[in-house]
């Protein structure tokens, strides 16, 4: 709050002052932004401001980072960035957020008021170009209406289906040059939204006819979703789990809602999850499907998708319900609050004792995690070092709630299935856009948003070339981040998929494992540059990079380009179609 | 032009009340585009509360399922109610606005069919003239359909605009979409 002291309801004050002693009452803590023409007015006030600034090397990092911390912490992250290309090249970030339902406000600097439409100088339709991946948009015109708006735009990212919000700021109205700046402050205790009224707790009728078909399940599966830990529900889903048994299948955006140790969790479904996972959702006459949302690198071909179970669905958006798959027992209300409810009435139905028998089930289950663990070959010394090997190396070696940050493709995934997730919001990554390069600045973010936690960003080579700009920002702003690069010299998911789909005629995919160096490219960027390319070097190497606390660190890893992720659903068949690894063939029997 | 049926299977209704704020059309209209929907005609305007609008849009469910459509819809922080209008508790009416060739050997034709339908002559020249009709959009529809094979020129309907009807001891009760 030091701004401008305290604030005094009807002082006279500018909209850029009155921008940021919002952002103040908002609780933030830190802006992730690049200053420009339009916004620079709002950009004066920040240096009297509490709130730390992180100067972005890139406006797309600026919204990453928000991401990431928003990620980490729960709260929401914040971008500030100017007019026209500034705005422009926050999108990503936004659809990002806006797919995988993460709370963020970004304002975007404008053209002043009048000059709108005029085609001027860095001017650009933002509100227009982003009302489809944004949960909702304003555009201020006046100054009066600045506190008022960003306290609708905290409100709406945060409740709800949480999501990104964009508030669009003409440069005439925080200017205080300018007399269309002037307003006398306020801040509003209510927001008066009358069309947003999100339904968090579950209709009662539903709960108790969740919880009978529960008792009742002889194969049911707990499908956690990335709504779990929106709803801050990962303690209430281990009570549902541990009161009656069921195991427990964790989504890409739920990786760490369970905890990977508990004997009740299976891991990870869909187009790359483990066999029992995969198929214990194919084989269940139950599933549970909790802040999930049926997505299709989930449920492989619809059609054929778990063709026994009967569907509780537990959302907050209600339009998730039933949208992909129709529900039996739809339930619309915050994870938490209707996990908790389920629970007590299962209780009253009698509780853990009164669960139908499910040995049978679970001996099912465990027998496929003992038929199809997860595989990989690291060969003794020498070539041919595995990102698996490098990946199980750092989770092994890191503090168990390291947090995580991944970008896009086989790296993802292989993090995805070989870490292991044992507490919420330790793993960060784009999920539902599929955002490459998402991984340097939402670590960055991440550690932002916990500086007492180790955080380690697992990149690809194709990915890190995408951001890797930011980690100029992390050196000057003494974020100590660790990258790991898996650098297989190849646009790696694509190169899979050519080489299984398209035999093996390899289009426009091979990166050079040497072209960036990236040692050198790292030494430049202010941080320190490691280069690991036989599997003794790596343990070593990740001692070295967890000691260093003053800079990043980047590990260029030279891993087996030919490695593919598996298991696998080819794109198109069903999950009984998964194929566990080449030798285990289709079908994976 | 415009004459398949209107209330066809695959149509229906809904009343939609939005706060009247600048963009809010755009947002209904960025949703449908975004999702793929298809909507057949869409009216808006200015209710008796000036700061709210009511539209009637009147929607294909053939492009997605009426329960998705309204629940999209209803995730708009700008919308506020949404009613399903089923013709058989609605009243409805449109408006057209016809310009038909009409030379001075078949003017009478013309006339004769304008006067069975209670339409208006607005506007009348030397071999066309331009006619307007409100009422229920299925007569709108026969009245474009009669006037088809003198010669359309121009045609423009506003959309189907409608209302709940008034409950009665007979009535149905009205049948609300609630999205949330």
Known sequence: MSTTGSPAVGEKIDGGRALIRSLELEGVEVIFGLPGGAILPVYDP?????????????????????????????????????????????????????????????????????????????????????????KHNFLVTDAEDIPRTIREAFHIATTGRPGPVLVDIPKDIVDPMNPRSAMEWYWPETVDLPGYKPTTKGHPRMVKAAAEMITQAERPVIYA????????????????????????????????????????????????????????????????????????????????????????????????????????????????????????????????????????????????????????????????????????????????????????????????????????????????????????????????????????????????????????????????????????????????????????????????????????????????????????????????????????????????????????????????????????????? | MATKPTGSGSHHTLSVLVENKAGVLTRIASLFSRRAYNIYSLAVAPTEDDRFSRLTVVVDVESAPLEQFTKQLFKLINVIKITELPPEVAVERELVMITVKAPAERRSEVIDVVEIFEAKVLNVGHDAITISLEGHPTKVDDFAALLEPYGITDLQRTGRIALPKLERAAGKPLRSVKAG
Request: proline share 6%; charged share 20%.
């Open chain 1, 225 to 589: 979703g990335g709504g779990i830990l929106k709803a801050r529900a990962a303690e209430a889903l281990l009570a549902l789990a541990e009161q009656t048994g069921i195991p427990v299948v964790t989504t890409l955006m739920a990786r760490g809602a369970f905890p990977d140790d508990h004997e009740l969790c299976l891991g990870m479904p869909g187009m790359h999850g483990n066999y029992t996972a995969v198929t214990a959702m194919q084989e269940a006459d139950l599933l549970i499907a909790l802040g999930s949302r049926f997505d299709d690198r989930v449920t492989g071909k619809l059609d054929g998708f778990a063709p026994d179970a009967k569907i509780i669905h537990v959302d907050i958006d209600p339009a998730e319900l039933g949208k992909v798959r129709k529900p039996d027992v739809p339930i619309v209300g915050d994870c938490r609050l209707v996990i908790e409810e389920v629970v007590k009435a299962i209780d009253a139905l009698g509780g853990t004792d009164a669960q139908a028998d499910r040995t049978p089930w679970r001996s099912t289950l465990s027998g496929y995690q003992e038929r199809f663990p997860l595989t990989y070959q690291q060969s003794e010394g020498g070539d041919g070092l595995k990102p698996q090997f490098v990946l199980e190396q750092i989770r092994d070696n890191t503090p168990e709630d390291t947090i995580v940050a991944s970008g896009v493709g086989q790296h993802q995934m292989w993090t995805s299935q070989y870490w292991r997730f044992n507490h919420p919001y330790t793993w960060v990554n784009s999920g539902g856009l599929g955002t490459m390069g998402f991984s340097i600045p939402a670590a960055i973010g991440a550690k932002v948003g916990r500086p007492d936690r180790m955080v380690w960003s697992i990149d690809g080579d194709g990915c890190f070339q995408m951001t890797a700009q930011e980690l100029v920002t992390a050196a000057a702003e003494r974020i100590p981040i660790k990258v790991a690069i898996l650098n297989n010299a190849y646009l790696g998911m694509v190169r899979q998929w050519q080489e299984m789909f398209y035999e093996e005629r390899y289009s426009e995919v091979y990166l050079s494992p040497d072209l960036p160096d990236y040692v050198k490219w790292a030494e430049a960027m202010g941080c320190v540059g490691f280069r690991v390319e036989s599997p003794e070097e790596v343990l070593p190497t990740i001692e070295k990079a967890n000691s260093i606390n003053d800079r990043p660190v980047v590990i260029d890893f030279r891993t087996d380009s030919m490695e593919k992720v598996y298991p696998m659903v080819p794109s198109g068949k069903t999950n009984s179609e998964i194929v566990v690894d080449p030798a285990h063939g289709e079908g994976g029997h």
């Open chain 1, 46 to 134: 920040i240096l009297d401001s509490s709130i730390r600034h992180i100067l972005v090397r890139h406006e797309q990092g600026a919204g990453h980072m928000a991401e990431g911390y928003a990620h980490a912490t729960g709260k929401p992250g914040v971008a500030m960035v100017t007019s026209g290309p500034g705005a422009t090249n926050i999108v990503t970030p936004l659809c990002d957020a806006f797919m995988d339902s993460i709370p963020m406000v970004v304002i975007t600097g404008q053209v002043p008021y009048a000059a709108i439409g005029s085609d001027a100088f860095q001017e650009c339709d933002i509100t227009g170009i982003t009302l489809s991946v944004t």
